[in-house]
């Protein structure tokens, strides 16, 4: 991790002696910083959650026409990703990267801090800019707090109780404000309600991290949560409606498609349809199906089949006069 670590402390270094040896404002100019290069990412993210949820009709339908076959299910759904331009893996990459991220972050303000006496001898050799050196030790302490320990190590404070609350609070807040509408087929989708519930599990998450870990990572938590807020408002993606509930104008109605878009939207269920169709199936797949059938047939034909007819009255045979 020295490949990603040193930059950062690299780069927090530089900060703190730009921002007149505060520390508090190098972390949080190195937040901002970070959260500008992962922006495309984020947006990206969000484009594809929405682009998934207008997909909803339409996998309904190929769910129902292939009700009991998964391979057909399966292909028919890229299919129609590919027709789309949708990647529905591109919802776990800005989390794929931003977690290295957070582990550098952590280390960096760990090691850059002086968390412990090794580290402040090793902070010197870590340094990729001549010169930054002369600022080692970095002050740690904020408001008597100290940035490389959880804020309950020193005991009750105002801070230890504020902090973790504010990293819970911002991260329900951007989570709220760029989840999707809800519209009332979502009611049944498994996937919009596992979305939705995530707006619960992941603020508690960030709010116990923020007990449990570094002052200094719980400030980073609460600016990346502001400036993703500002963002999504400025760009016009934060749905503020939803912070109060329904807000006035209530759950999102569902979208009236024109007459051209569901002509479209048939064209292209169509061609999807029709190329799960022509593609080749699984060939073991496909063993299995016919042998299940075939087994199938050939119990209800043994179950159907009639046995020996039970001898009549009148077939009896009759003995013979003696």
């Not at 600022?135 to 190590?153: E, F, H, R, S, Y």
């Amino acid at each position: 991790m020295d490949f990603l670590l040193n930059p950062f402390i690299t780069i927090l270094t530089l900060l703190y002696s730009v921002f007149g040896n505060n520390i508090v404002l190098a972390i949080v100019a190195l937040t901002v910083i970070i959260r500008l290069a992962t922006s495309p990412l984020l947006l990206q993210q969000q484009k594809s959650t929405e682009g998934m949820q207008l997909l909803q009709p339409q996998l309904k339908k190929l769910q129902e026409k292939y009700k009991g076959d998964r391979e057909r299910i399966a292909a028919a759904q890229m299919e129609l990703y590919k027709e789309y331009k949708i990647n529905p893996l591109s919802g776990c990459l800005p989390l794929l990267i931003q977690l290295p991220i957070l582990f550098a972050l952590y280390g960096a303000i760990n090691y850059g801090l002086g968390a412990t006496p090794f580290q402040v001898v090793d902070l010197s050799g870590r340094l990729l800019i001549p010169g930054l050196d002369s600022l080692v030790p970095l002050d740690k302490l904020w408001l008597g707090l100290d940035l490389t320990q959880p804020p309950t190590v020193a005991g009750f404070s105002p801070a230890a109780v504020i902090l973790p609350l504010l990293v819970l609070a911002t991260t329900w807040l951007q989570s709220k404000l760029t989840l999707p509408p809800q519209n009332p087929d979502d009611k049944n989708n498994p996937t919009a309600s596992m979305t939705r519930s995530m707006t619960t599990i992941m603020p508690l998450m960030f709010g116990f991290f923020a007990l449990t870990f570094s002052v200094g990572l719980s400030i980073y938590f609460i600016v990346s949560n502001v400036v993703g807020i500002v963002q999504y408002t400025m760009l016009g993606k934060a749905h503020w409606n939803q912070v109060i509930g329904r807000g006035p104008s209530g759950p999102a109605p569902k979208h009236e498609q024109t007459a051209e878009e569901r002509a479209e939207a048939d064209a292209i269920l169509s061609r999807v349809i029709a190329k799960v169709e022509s593609s080749p199936r699984n060939p073991a797949l496909a063993a299995r199906a016919a042998s299940s059938g075939s087994r199938s047939a050939s119990q209800t034909v043994l179950k159907t089949k009639p046995g020996p007819a039970a001898p009549s009255s009148r077939m009896r045979p009759t003995r013979k006069k003696k």
